[in-house]
Every structure is written in structure tokens, then in C-alpha cells.
T-cell receptor, first 116, second 113 residues
């Protein structure tokens, strides 16, 4: 299947700092990528849809100024958690559909964020 | 919006037994139903999916069935192996354009040798 990578795989930061997470589609182009958050032993919750060349669309209850998304190219989307706090600690996962409008989504390996 | 319920939350079976996980969805417009396997500390891995124009799909030991009338779909794993132990998520999607997935709550499957 298609490969989606994330970097870093895990990050520990101090409260108040910002953290950037990268999501890359390695062998295909993705005009759209999705960002999810997963708390321990819970399901995946969609945070936002990242659109190449345009603004991201956020799910209800997700602060767009807190979770900045940039989809600068057809293979890269970044999620920046600004002024991180301990409650932002979570597992962040991105996904990308294989081709424009396709339903099948491939997920990255996730990024574990711990805010102290 | 779409709501997906998944049962059971945990499932323990002996190696070689079959395992069945069931999901129901609320939006009759949903037309795509993938199943993902997630191992500890990793991202979800697509294992099988089904579209609403098909009632059943099989891939080796894994099969998925869909009942559109009742709005439920199930994952069937036969001849389970210890390496099948993981958390399994169902999902449903039906938005036009790029598909947003709504996930079930997950089933923790434990296969004992």
C-alpha cells in the first residue's frame, strides 16, 4: 500500500513552546491530508482537513489558532501545536487518500507528543 | 452527522478460533466502510474495506459483510493467530468529495496461544 511518514515519531516539550509535526506522502501526491488526535485507549478524532494551496478546514471544537496547518506541497502537510500545554499531550496521526477524491486513506505512524 | 458504534470493546479468543466485530452506523448516505488494525504505538493500518454496492468482501482470513438496510457491517477473522492481537477500528464515510472518516470506538482483540 501507499506510504505516509511522520516526523518526529515522538517529542517532549515544555509547556508554552510550539511543536511542528510533519506528514509526508512518500510515493504519491496528496492534495488533501487529514489530521487526527488519539488519546490513550480512545478512538481517532478528526481535527482538520489539510488542503494543498488553500486553508485547512477544522472540525467543530478544534481551535485553528492553536493547531496551525500548512499544506505547502503535494507531499507535505505540517501541524504546529502552538503554546502547547499538558492537555495537548496526545498521539497525533495524519492520513492521506491515495488519489484525488479517492476513499482509501493511508495513515502515518503517528507522533507521540508529551508536554511537560 | 455520522455516528458509528462498535462492539465488543474487548474480545478474547483462543488461537484458531474465529473473531467477529460488529459496527452500526447512523447515516444512510454513508457508502464506504474500511476496517483498520492498530498495534500499540503505531498508526492504523487498512486491512479491508467495502463499498455500499457490495454485500461481502473477503481477503484470505479476513472478511467484511455489509447490511445496508440495517446499517451495520461486521469484520470476520478466521483461524486467528497471536499476531492478530491488536485494536481494530471500523469507520464509515459518505461525504462528497474527499471522504471524512468517522471511526468506531475500537475493539481490543486478544488471541491467546
Amino acid at each position: 500500500g501507499a506510504v505516509v511518514s511522520q516526523h518526529p515519531s515522538r517529542v517532549i516539550c515544555k509547556s508554552g513552546t510550539s511543536v511542528k509535526i510533519e506528514c509526508r506522502s512518500l510515493d504519491f501526491q496528496a492534495t488533501t491530508m487529514f489530521w487526527y488526535r488519539q488519546f490513550p485507549k480512545q478512538s481517532l478524532m478528526l481535527m482538520a482537513t489539510s488542503n494543498e494551496g488553500s486553508k485547512a478546514t477544522y472540525e467543530q471544537g478544534v481551535e485553528k489558532d492553536k493547531f496551525l496547518i500548512n499544506h505547502a506541497s503535494l507531499t507535505l502537510s505540517t501541524l504546529t501545536v502552538t503554546s502547547a500545554h499538558p492537555e495537548d499531550s496526545s498521539f497525533y496521526i495524519c492520513s492521506a487518500p491515495l488519489a484525488g477524491g479517492a476513499e482509501t486513506q493511508y495513515f502515518g505512524p503517528g507522533t507521540r507528543l508529551l508536554v511537560l | 452527522g455520522e455516528n458509528v458504534e462498535q462492539h465488543p470493546s474487548t474480545l478474547s479468543v483462543q488461537e484458531g478460533d474465529s473473531a467477529v466485530i460488529k459496527c452500526t452506523y447512523s447515516d444512510s448516505a454513508s457508502n464506504y466502510f474500511p476496517w483498520y488494525k492498530q498495534e500499540l504505538g503505531k498508526g492504523p493500518q487498512l486491512i479491508i474495506d467495502i463499498r455500499s454496492n457490495v454485500g461481502e468482501k473477503k481477503d484470505q482470513r479476513i472478511a467484511v459483510t455489509l447490511n445496508k438496510t440495517a446499517k451495520h457491517f461486521s469484520l470476520h477473522i478466521t483461524e486467528t493467530q497471536p499476531e492478530d492481537s491488536a485494536v481494530y477500528f471500523c469507520a464509515a464515510s459518505g461525504d462528497t468529495g474527499f471522504q471524512k472518516l468517522v471511526f468506531g470506538t475500537g475493539t481490543r482483540l486478544l488471541v491467546s496461544p
